[in-house]
């Protein structure tokens, strides 16, 4: 048997027909565990027949018993008299590619892709559709350790196509299974997580308990890059018990996905203790997919507390070989070096990375390898970054970010647009985009696992925070300034005068005289001056800073520092008008594409479209809620000083909402917009674009009595003001309403 076992005529005598028989015939009858107990009483030299040696050793590689799978390949015979026979043949085609199999899982890619060649010659020759599909699976693994997608993709349907001739059921669902490993490797993970839900259905039908684990497996992994991580933790979960409770080593595999699954969440000790779990579990049949995998995660998850395990970790994983190749491991490396304050190294780690996701058409990979290097250029030299600099950053990762709307993977997805919310300092924007990490699942400690997150850090708190959006109160460093601490009201009121003027410097002049109406004007300037003073103590008790760091004077004007001062007010104003401007230059239009695949290229950009048509409403919806009062509206001051902002303030806040119940009701959200349609008629009765809105919105409802009554009210209203009504609104129709 060439480059297998040994070619023999003796069937080993009565004594090893005795040895042999009760291990032939439990197989047969399918007692795999009662099996696996009479091979442990033949003798570890005694040759096997070359039938029994691939069946036992298929047994043992699905177990995740590797060295005991290759002892049975290494082991098996073929009678001489009839290796030219067809069964024989395909019993030998059998031993190959399993023994591929094995090899291949052990990292040893070049002594697996010789086997699994000579596998597909001998199956060929065979004739036998079984061996034939179990060639080409060996194959299929090998075209995938070197990264050849179209050999690949074109090994296995040969392969299912023969399992599917043969009716081997068995094999059928391996090639599922490992289909849909591949379709998640590429980041096609809808169409992975249907490939795999047939398989998980063809497990649960054959009660094949190993297979249905490694197809609940890698369903899980489709799910977590799609972002579902309840959904991902529940087949991990699943996968993981079938594994435990067979005894199998792969439970290994069931580890390092529940632990990647809790690394995702941020639930670091359970990503620890499960990693290393695997890890242990991995040493003994140096499953190289396994301690890769592990490595690269415990480097991650060690770097907060312990940066040199961290990095000793992400050295072991890029000296081992992996069937999946080195990008796990380079990626962990780079997060690493970029979180420990290395951004040269990581930026070495992210090209590599970069490199071989795309020879790989690792998608997802590709897509973090980008991030990393614009954090890790970004963080190379962050205060000489021009304008420039920023956008080309920026550049990099919302290609990223397209890439991460194709494969539909909301997680990262949300984690982007923090990157890119930060890096422009779109403080809505990140807000909205921690918001979703939080609705998806993600905690606190995903910002101590290296990765995008740990790399830019949670927002830091404001070192002066003015609140004046209802009422008035000053945090310095996230506490509450006591009133004591003011001396005088008129300290306050000066401050909430500056804050008024949104960012702009106020005359001496104005505020002395608003501030001392009866007083000289030159003693009104000096009380002047010792108010500054007790406004810059009550912002800077312990004089830690210079003077102008937070109220910014020259000889004539005065003003907030909005660099140093976080003003509700300020961040209000600016936020609803840059959503004002998004909302004007929205569009649904899709762009022409030169794809070579149009129809996927109008998929992805139609998924796109919605995608930005969905975060502009999020975005008005966060502005909305930022409004959280009228501009200090306690009573305290009165005037003009108060009423101009309050009114500017109050009118950008209704423009808001108008625009957010237009855009939920183009999007097929009729509900959400006529309950905001109403409370902007509640609080405004003549507000002739509202009552339109509302009207048209009950209509698009199907609530045309309701309709026709607020037309009626609306009329009412016009009259009154000596306006001519509109006639009534035809209904904006979108999506159906939700």
């Given at each position: 048997?060439?480059?297998?076992?040994a070619?023999?005529?003796?069937?080993?005598?009565?004594?090893?027909?005795?040895?042999?028989?009760?291990?032939?015939?439990?197989?047969?009858?399918?007692?795999?565990?009662?099996?696996?107990?009479?091979?442990?009483?033949?003798?570890?030299?005694?040759?096997?027949?070359?039938?029994?040696?691939?069946?036992?050793?298929?047994?043992?590689?699905?177990?995740?018993?590797f060295?005991?799978?290759?002892?049975?390949?290494?082991?098996?015979?073929?009678?001489?008299?009839?290796?030219?026979?067809?069964?024989?043949?395909?019993?030998?085609?059998?031993?190959?590619?399993?023994?591929a199999?094995?090899?291949?899982?052990?990292?040893d890619?070049?002594?697996?892709?010789?086997?699994?060649?000579?596998?597909?010659?001998?199956?060929?020759?065979?004739?036998?559709?079984?061996?034939?599909?179990?060639?080409?699976?060996?194959?299929?693994?090998?075209?995938?350790?070197?990264?050849?997608?179209?050999?690949?993709?074109?090994?296995?349907?040969?392969?299912?196509?023969?399992?599917?001739?043969?009716?081997?059921?068995?094999?059928?669902?391996?090639?599922?299974?490992?289909?849909?490993?591949?379709l998640?490797?590429?980041?096609?993970?809808?169409?992975?997580?249907?490939?795999?839900?047939?398989?998980?259905?063809l497990?649960?039908?054959?009660?094949?308990?190993?297979?249905?684990?490694?197809?609940?497996?890698?369903?899980?992994?489709?799910w977590?890059?799609?972002?579902?991580?309840?959904?991902?933790?529940?087949?991990?979960?699943?996968?993981?018990?079938?594994?435990?409770?067979?005894?199998?080593?792969?439970?290994?595999?069931?580890?390092?996905?529940?632990?990647?699954?809790?690394?995702?969440?941020?639930?670091?000790?359970q990503?620890?203790?499960a990693?290393?779990?695997?890890?242990?579990?991995g040493?003994?049949?140096?499953?190289?997919?396994?301690?890769?995998?592990?490595?690269?995660?415990?480097?991650?998850?060690s770097?907060?507390?312990?940066?040199?395990?961290?990095?000793?970790y992400?050295?072991r994983?890029?000296?081992?070989?992996?069937?999946?190749?080195?990008?796990?491991?380079?990626?962990?490396?780079?997060?690493?070096?970029?979180?420990?304050?290395?951004?040269?190294?990581?930026?070495?780690?992210?090209?590599?990375?970069?490199?071989?996701?795309?020879?790989r058409?690792d998608?997802a990979?590709?897509?973090?390898?980008?991030?990393?290097?614009?954090?890790?250029s970004?963080?190379?030299?962050?205060?000489?970054?021009?304008?420039?600099?920023?956008?080309?950053?920026?550049?990099?990762l919302?290609?990223?970010?397209?890439?991460w709307?194709?494969?539909?993977?909301?997680?990262?997805?949300?984690?982007?647009?923090?990157?890119?919310?930060?890096?422009?300092?779109?403080?809505?924007?990140?807000?909205?985009?921690?918001?979703?990490?939080?609705?998806?699942?993600?905690?606190?400690?995903?910002?101590?696992?290296?990765?995008?997150?740990?790399?830019?850090?949670?927002?830091?708190?404001?070192?002066?925070?003015?609140?004046t959006?209802g009422?008035?109160?000053?945090?310095?460093?996230?506490?509450?300034?006591?009133?004591?601490?003011?001396?005088?009201?008129?300290?306050?009121?000066?401050?909430?005068?500056?804050?008024?003027?949104?960012?702009?410097?106020?005359?001496?002049?104005?505020?002395?005289?608003?501030?001392?109406?009866?007083?000289?004007?030159?003693?009104?300037?000096?009380?002047?001056?010792?108010?500054?003073?007790?406004?810059?103590?009550?912002l800077?008790?312990?004089?830690?800073?210079?003077?102008?760091?937070?109220?910014a004077?020259?000889?004539?004007?005065?003003?907030?520092?909005p660099?140093?001062?976080?003003?509700d007010?300020?961040?209000?104003?600016?936020?609803?008008?840059a959503?004002?401007?998004a909302?004007?230059?929205?569009?649904?239009?899709?762009?022409p594409?030169g794809s070579?695949?149009?129809?996927?290229?109008?998929?992805?950009?139609?998924?796109?479209?919605?995608?930005?048509?969905?975060?502009?409403v999020?975005?008005?919806?966060?502005?909305?809620?930022?409004?959280?009062?009228?501009?200090?509206?306690d009573?305290?001051?009165?005037?003009?000083?108060?009423e101009?902002?309050?009114?500017?303030?109050?009118?950008?806040?209704?423009?808001?909402?108008?625009?957010?119940?237009?855009?939920?009701?183009?999007?097929?959200?009729?509900?959400?917009?006529?309950?905001?349609?109403?409370?902007?008629?509640?609080?405004?009765?003549?507000?002739e674009?509202?009552?339109?809105?509302?009207?048209?919105?009950?209509?698009?409802?199907?609530?045309?009595?309701?309709?026709?009554?607020?037309y009626?009210?609306?009329?009412?209203?016009?009259?009154?003001?000596?306006i001519?009504?509109?006639?009534?609104?035809?209904?904006?129709?979108?999506?159906?309403?939700?």
């Open positions: 048997m060439s480059g297998v076992g070619k023999t005529t003796d069937k080993g005598g009565p004594d090893m027909l005795g040895v042999l028989g009760p291990v032939e015939a439990a197989v047969r009858d399918g007692r795999y565990d009662e099996a696996l107990r009479h091979l442990a009483a033949v003798p570890a030299d005694a040759p096997l027949p070359a039938a029994l040696a691939w069946r036992l050793g298929v047994l043992l590689h699905q177990r995740g018993r060295d005991a799978a290759e002892a049975c390949y290494q082991r098996a015979a073929l009678d001489v008299a009839d290796q030219h026979q067809a069964s024989a043949l395909a019993d030998q085609a059998q031993v190959l590619a399993g023994w199999a094995t090899r291949w899982a052990r990292g890619q070049a002594r697996a892709r010789q086997l699994a060649e000579e596998a597909v010659r001998v199956a060929e020759q065979s004739g036998d559709d079984s061996a034939v599909a179990a060639a080409y699976v060996a194959q299929a693994l090998a075209a995938f350790s070197d990264g050849d997608r179209a050999g690949n993709e074109y090994a296995y349907a040969r392969a299912l196509a023969a399992a599917e001739r043969a009716g081997d059921f068995g094999q059928q669902l391996r090639i599922r299974c490992n289909i849909g490993s591949r998640v490797e590429e980041g096609r993970y809808r169409p992975a997580v249907d490939e795999l839900r047939e398989a998980v259905r497990g649960e039908l054959l009660g094949h308990q190993t297979l249905l684990a490694l197809a609940l497996h890698n369903r899980a992994e489709a977590l890059g799609l972002g579902e991580l309840r959904r991902a933790r529940s087949d991990a979960d699943e996968a993981l018990a079938r594994w435990q409770r067979a005894g199998s080593p792969l439970a290994a595999f069931g580890l390092t996905l529940t632990a990647r699954v809790h690394r995702v969440r941020g639930a670091v000790r990503a620890m203790a990693y290393q779990a695997a890890l242990a579990m040493e003994p049949d140096g499953n190289a997919q396994v301690l890769v995998e592990a490595c690269a995660g415990l480097a991650r998850i770097y907060a507390d312990d940066p040199v395990a961290a990095g000793q992400a050295e994983a890029l000296c081992m070989p992996s069937a999946a190749g080195p990008t796990v491991a380079e990626l962990a490396a780079g997060w690493v070096a970029l979180c420990s304050g290395d951004p040269q190294a990581a930026l070495r780690h992210a090209e590599q990375a970069r490199s071989e996701a795309g020879r058409r998608a990979g590709l897509a973090e390898a980008m991030e990393l290097a614009a954090l890790a970004y963080g190379a030299n962050p205060e000489a970054a021009s304008t420039r600099a920023v956008r080309r950053l920026l550049a990099g919302v290609e990223a970010a397209a890439i709307v194709e494969l539909g993977n909301e997680f990262a997805l949300a984690t982007n647009a923090l990157l890119q919310a930060r890096l422009c300092g779109d403080q809505v924007a990140e807000e909205m985009a921690y918001e979703r990490l939080t609705q998806i699942g993600v905690q606190e400690g995903a910002w101590q696992v290296a990765g995008p997150l740990a790399a830019i850090g949670p927002a830091p708190v404001p070192e002066v925070e003015v609140q959006l009422q008035f109160t000053v945090r310095l460093a996230g506490v509450p300034v006591p009133t004591g601490s003011w001396q005088s009201r008129k300290a306050r009121d000066l401050l909430k005068m500056l804050v008024g003027q949104l960012g702009k410097p106020v005359a001496r002049e104005a505020l002395a005289t608003a501030l001392w109406p009866e007083a000289r004007p030159e003693v009104a300037l000096r009380r002047l001056s010792v108010l500054i003073s007790t406004v810059r103590g009550v800077d008790p312990d004089r830690r800073h210079p003077a102008d760091r937070y109220l004077t020259d000889p004539a004007t005065v003003r907030i520092d660099a140093h001062v976080a003003v007010a300020l961040r209000f104003y600016e936020a609803a008008r959503a004002i401007a909302d004007g230059a929205s569009t649904t239009k899709a762009r594409s070579p695949h149009p129809e996927r290229a109008a998929v992805v950009e139609g998924a796109a479209v919605a995608d930005r048509e969905v975060r502009l999020s975005r008005l919806e966060a502005v909305v809620a930022r409004y959280t009062g009228d501009f200090c509206d009573g305290e001051i009165v005037g003009g000083w108060v101009r902002p309050r009114a500017v303030l109050a009118d950008l806040h209704r423009e808001v909402i108008h625009r957010l119940a237009r855009r939920c009701l183009q999007l097929g959200r009729t509900e959400v917009a006529i309950g905001w349609y109403l409370r902007l008629t509640v609080e405004d009765g003549y507000d674009p509202a009552h339109l809105g509302l009207i048209g919105g009950l209509s698009a409802a199907g609530r045309h009595g309701e309709a026709g009554r607020r009626q009210e609306y009329v009412t209203r016009m009259r009154e003001m000596d001519e009504p509109a006639p009534f609104p035809v209904a904006e129709r979108g999506h159906p309403s939700t």
